[in-house]
Each structure stands twice: as structure tokens, then as C-alpha cells.
């Protein structure tokens, strides 16, 4: 053969092969029109791998520029049930990825990510309806709403890449961990004043020394019908009311401070265990039980609630129970009185009541004269620290003015507490 002759079919053939391998084999470029749709979304630009090192049949699924929708459907060439992107078609938010080969450029990024590009690569070389991106190759998929995983959790409409090659960001769905409903509609803040109305500005409770009986010492006579004790003794009672709704359980925490008496109790729950302070405060709250030695002569302070609220306590409580040694005497029954502070909570039904009793089985209480047990000292009453207490006695309160005394033809300084409503919540 002549030499310029077989130098021009060898130049001619490679200009041919290289002519196809920009193209992509086969008619596989049959989707150029549609895939210009597509915008900057579909372009191939950095997108999907082209389908010349993916789609390695040289038929594989290439719709030209990066998942652009071929106008034709999709067809990159005539042949072979191929073109499924399988499992790989999946463009998940997060990279998008495609098959074997279509991998979704940067992350299912619109614009590259639509690509079915060669992920449709397979023996038929045949993208056919598989290989078409539809409108998911499309604008609409390969674009914004399909390969993009930006979004998260938008299923592309079109990242199906044939019948298999479906990209619909598996996964991308981030629907928040379910519309929770914050703390699950909590019954918001309870105004105190609305269930315990009579706790909230401040209760008032003392032991009154009477001036009709003067049994001596740093003693004062409770009973102010008799100058003689009843054989059961005497109870001093104060009802306040409970308002809030009707038949709804609720828990007051109080808050108390005073100067009380001695006195133990049995079968409850003391709040604190420790020995008495002679000189600092006390936490003598207790809840349920009975007074032990019922007909021991020291007083006792109780709180009883009415209806039941199905506590443990019984809805007994106590606020001066000084000592869980039990024994006659001793530290349940000295002779003196001591500084009590303390927060406290128990439960009460709306529309029901609170009853605050003072008993005294021998009708005599011991003053406010401090913790020396010698009945013949002098007395030195003792004041309380308010601090951290709200709101403080003011007025014409007795405690407002300290020590609180009762007058008459002799001073008395009885014992007494202040308590108040810190808050008021639901069980």
C-alpha cells in the first residue's frame, strides 16, 4: 500500500476514536438536548463520573452532560435491560453516591449529583428506562431537589436512575425526632395563694400563756377556760382551709422557724436525725406516727389534712419531734425550749382542710426562757433569725416584734412558729 495512503486511513481512524470517546459510545449521547435542561444543575461539571470511565461498557447509561435528562428519555443506546443503577443509584444525603461508578460528585450536589451518568453502565449498554433520569436527572432531579442532599431530608423526585438506579435519598428523610412535645405539657406554675391562701402571708402559731393560772417557774398555764387540766388535757386547735380545684392533689413546701418545746414521736418519718443544738437551729419536722407516751405532759404541735391524699404520712405530721431515742424524759421531754428552722413539704386536696393542733396532757407549757433546764434561772427568751425566710412577721403579728410575750399581770414569752407557703406544686 502506499505509505501517504495508509498514513491517511491511520489518521482518519484516529480521529474517529477519539471523536467517540468524548461522546460516549454508541448513540448514548442521545440525551445532550435534555440534559441541557438541567442548567447548571445538570451538567456533568464536576458531577457524576463520566460515563466514559464509569459507564465501562461505552454503552453505560451516559446521559451526556451529568444526569441531564435526555430529551428522548434517556436512551444512551439501544440496547440491554442495564442501565440499573442498582443500590448505587442512591444518592443519600450524604455523598450521594451512585453504583458501582455514579459517584454523585461531591455529595449529591445539584448540578453533579443527578448524574446517572455511568452508574446505567451494564452489558446492554442500554440505559433505556433505566438509564433515564427522568425528571429526576432533570432539572428536577439532578438539579436542586434530586441530587442534592442539601435539603436532608428531600426525597429527589427524581434521582430514579431507571428502575433501579432510584436516588431517592434513602435516609434523607430528618423529620426531628418527632415534633416532641417539650416536657409533655406540664400544667405550668401554681399561685400558692390560690390553694393555701391563709400559709402564704404568713401563719402565725403560738401557745398561749394564759394569766388566769400561774403554775411557776419558766412554766405558763395553756388553759384559758380552767385554773384546773381536763383528765385528757387540752387540745388547742386551728383550722385553715384548702382552696385550689376541687379533688386535686397538690404538695405545700413551708417554710418554719420559732422557738418550741420537746416532744417524741413514733411509727413516721423524722426529716432529720441529729442531736439537739442547744444554741443553733433545729430541723424537728416529721411525718406520720403518733406521740410516744401518749400521756407524757409535754406538748406536742400537729398538722392533721383532711380528706386523704393516700399519703405514707398517714396526713399526720409533726413539726417538734426532738429526739428518735425514746425514753421517758431525756431528750423528749426536757425542760426547755429551743430555735427550730426548717423546709418541710406535705400534701393536701383542693377544698379540703388543715388543722394545726397543739395537745397538752397537763395543760402547762414551758416559755420561751432558752435551753438552761433549771427551772429557777432567770428567763432569757430567745429571738429568731429570719434570714432566708419570706415573707418576714410585720405588722401587728406578734412575732414581728421580738420575743413575742403575752401581758398581763405578769410577762410570759410563749413558744411559737411562723410558717409560710414557699410554693405550692402538683404531686
Request: glycine share 22%; proline share 4%; net charge neutral.
Amino acid at each position: 500500500m502506499n505509505r501517504f495512503a495508509f498514513i491517511g486511513v491511520v489518521s482518519s481512524v484516529f480521529l474517529i476514536s477519539a471523536n467517540c470517546s468524548q461522546q460516549g459510545p454508541g448513540s448514548g449521547q442521545q440525551g445532550g438536548s435534555g440534559g441541557s435542561s438541567t442548567g447548571a444543575g445538570g451538567a456533568s461539571g464536576s458531577g457524576g463520573t463520566k460515563n466514559d470511565s464509569g459507564g465501562a461498557s461505552g454503552s453505560g447509561g451516559t446521559t451526556s452532560s451529568g444526569g441531564t435528562t435526555t430529551s428522548s428519555g434517556g436512551t444512551t443506546t439501544s440496547g440491554g435491560s442495564g442501565g440499573s443503577a442498582g443500590s448505587g443509584g442512591t444518592t443519600t444525603a450524604s455523598g450521594g453516591t451512585k453504583a458501582s461508578g455514579g459517584t454523585v460528585s461531591s455529595g449529591g450536589a445539584a448540578g453533579s449529583g443527578g448524574v446517572a451518568g455511568s452508574g446505567g453502565s451494564n452489558a446492554g449498554g442500554t440505559t433505556s428506562k433505566g438509564g433515564t433520569t427522568g425528571a429526576g436527572g432533570a432539572a428536577t432531579g439532578g438539579a436542586a431537589t434530586g441530587g442534592t442532599s442539601a435539603t436532608g431530608g428531600t426525597k429527589s423526585t427524581g434521582g430514579t436512575t431507571g428502575s433501579g438506579g432510584t436516588t431517592t435519598a434513602t435516609g434523607g428523610t430528618t423529620t426531628s425526632a418527632g415534633g416532641t412535645t417539650g416536657a409533655g405539657g406540664s400544667s405550668g406554675t401554681i399561685n400558692a395563694a390560690d390553694v393555701v391562701p391563709d400559709l402564704v402571708p404568713g401563719f402565725y402559731w403560738e401557745d398561749t400563756c394564759q394569766e388566769n393560772f400561774d403554775p411557776g417557774g419558766h412554766n405558763c398555764w395553756t388553759d384559758a377556760q380552767s385554773t384546773t387540766c381536763p383528765s385528757a388535757g387540752i387540745s388547742v386547735d386551728k383550722t385553715l382551709n384548702v382552696t385550689g380545684t376541687s379533688g386535686t392533689k397538690y404538695t405545700v413546701n413551708i417554710e418554719v422557724a420559732g422557738v418550741i418545746g420537746t416532744r417524741c414521736y413514733q411509727g413516721g418519718k423524722p426529716a432529720s436525725t441529729a442531736a439537739i443544738s442547744d444554741s443553733g437551729y433545729n430541723n424537728w419536722w416529721y411525718a406520720g406516727g403518733t406521740p410516744y407516751n401518749s400521756t407524757g405532759w409535754w406538748n406536742t404541735y400537729e398538722l392533721h389534712v383532711s380528706p386523704s391524699t393516700g399519703d405514707a404520712s398517714g396526713d399526720v405530721y409533726y413539726f417538734n419531734s426532738s429526739s428518735q431515742t425514746l425514753a421517758s424524759g431525756g431528750d423528749c421531754e426536757r425542760e426547755a425550749s429551743y430555735l427550730v428552722k426548717y423546709n418541710a413539704s406535705f400534701k393536701v386536696v383542693g377544698g379540703g382542710t388543715m388543722l394545726f393542733r397543739i395537745h397538752d396532757n397537763n395543760c402547762k407549757a414551758q416559755q420561751n426562757c432558752g435551753s438552761n433546764t433549771d427551772s429557777t434561772s432567770t428567763c432569757a427568751p430567745r429571738t429568731v433569725d429570719f434570714s432566708g425566710v419570706s415573707p418576714v412577721p410585720s405588722g401587728t403579728v406578734p412575732a414581728a416584734k421580738q420575743p413575742p410575750s403575752n401581758t398581763g399581770t405578769k410577762t410570759y414569752y410563749p413558744q411559737w412558729m411562723w410558717i409560710t407557703a414557699a410554693s405550692v406544686t402538683s404531686p
